[in-house]
Nanobody
């Protein structure tokens, strides 16, 4: 069974950058997509970005377009989320997940443990 492990979270000032990593313990080539989601306290888990494993096509929620970039390194079985120009409203626990694609958390059955991102104003 593939396990996903996120890393790279932390505390950053508004306008700063972070790069999150999602490393798979096994081969994930047989997944359709890997997504990043985030959950702020008291809120639902929301879609942030996803990448199709086969061709690298990407999808972003409007609020992060132009600021966040999702990418993959197939050789390392790792997906990255480069986050630039961070805002306090980006503060959340960020999760990576593998699954079938789309934007619904229900379409991603395998999840990492999450990594905290805190953006101070």
């Amino acid at each position: 069974q593939v396990q996903l492990v996120e890393s790279g979270g932390g505390l950053v000032q508004a306008g700063g950058s972070l790069r999150l990593s999602c490393a798979a313990s096994g081969r994930i080539f047989n997944t359709n997509a890997v997504g990043w989601f985030r959950q702020a306290p008291g809120k639902e888990r929301d879609f942030v970005a996803a990448i199709r494993w086969s061709d690298g096509s990407t999808d972003y929620v409007d609020s992060v377009k132009g600021r966040f970039t999702i990418s993959r390194d197939s050789a390392k079985n790792t997906v990255y989320l480069q986050m630039n120009t961070l805002k306090p409203e980006d503060t959340a626990v960020y999760y990576c997940a593998k699954g079938w694609g789309g934007r619904s958390p229900a379409a991603f059955p395998s999840w990492g443990q999450g990594t905290q991102v805190t953006v101070s104003s």
